[in-house]
T-cell receptor, first 112, second 113 residues
Framework: EAGVTQSPRYAVLQEGQAVSFWCDPI?????LYWYQQPRDQGPQLLVY????????NSQLPSDRFSAVRPKGTNSTLKIQSAKQGDTATYLC??????????FGPGTRLTVL | GEQVEQLPSILRVQEGSSASINCTYE??????FPWYKQEPGENPKLIID?????ERKQTQGLIVLLDKKAKRFSLHITDTQPGDSAMYFC????????????FGKGTVLLVSP
């Protein structure tokens, strides 16, 4: 079975630029998660969806970050105006009915 | 919310010995405790998990213990091999669907031959 796929794998931006990350979950998984993983730290949940609905986005910096999953399959995470503090790896994960979360390879973002 | 503390941050062991990583949590409602292994440049992979209705779980050289009174859980790797060298994360979830995972800061395990 194909795993979670993400693109791009790497992104380098200047402060103030925008960037979008794309995630394709495992087929049939109804729940999709976006995590931020700063270097040498554990993943931190930003937002998660069940089908197309946002279930929890309480940790998503809403002034600059947005996430959508319009058809309940693929998802996009966007940073409107990146800051140096956003430098991290952005991980997408998916699960079926809240069981084991399978992580994608991540997008490593560097904001200069 | 939940806070998860993980220790040690770095653990060096000799091949063939055992390794132990400890985590504590704050929310007494936490009911699901997975452990993930992450190799450099790779995504985290679930290696073992335990739910709050159990105190011990074992699989393929891994043992997880859960002490709900002390709000503590631990991973024990028996007979370590160089291939066990990686970053290990514990996590805890307090929601009914096991969705909102709070991760510890990780432990770098180094197994020397």
């Amino acid at each position: 079975e194909a795993g979670v796929t993400q693109s791009p794998r790497y992104a380098v931006l200047q402060e103030g630029q925008a960037v979008s990350f794309w995630c394709d979950p495992i087929s049939g998984h109804d729940t999709l998660y976006w995590y931020q993983q700063p270097r040498d730290q554990g993943p931190q949940l930003l937002v998660y969806f069940r089908d197309e609905a946002v279930i929890d986005n309480s940790q998503l910096p809403s002034d600059r970050f947005s996430a959508v999953r319009p058809k309940g399959t693929n998802s996009t995470l966007k940073i409107q105006s990146a800051k140096q503090g956003d430098t991290a790896t952005y991980l997408c994960a998916s699960s079926f009915a809240g069981y084991e979360q399978y992580f994608g390879p991540g997008t490593r973002l560097t904001v200069l | 919310g939940e806070q998860v503390e993980q220790l040690p941050s770095i653990l060096r062991v000799q091949e063939g010995s055992s390794a132990s990583i400890n985590c504590t949590y704050e929310n007494s409602a936490s009911n699901y405790f997975p452990w993930y292994k992450q190799e450099p440049g790779e995504n985290p992979k679930l290696i073992i998990d335990i739910r709050s209705n159990m105190e011990r779980k074992q699989t393929q050289g891994l043992i997880v213990l859960l002490d709900k009174k002390a709000k503590r859980f631990s991973l024990h790797i028996t007979d370590t091999q160089p291939g066990d060298s990686a970053m290990y994360f514990c996590a805890a979830s307090a929601d009914s669907g096991y969705n909102k995972l709070t991760f510890g800061k990780g432990t770098v395990l180094l197994v020397s031959p």
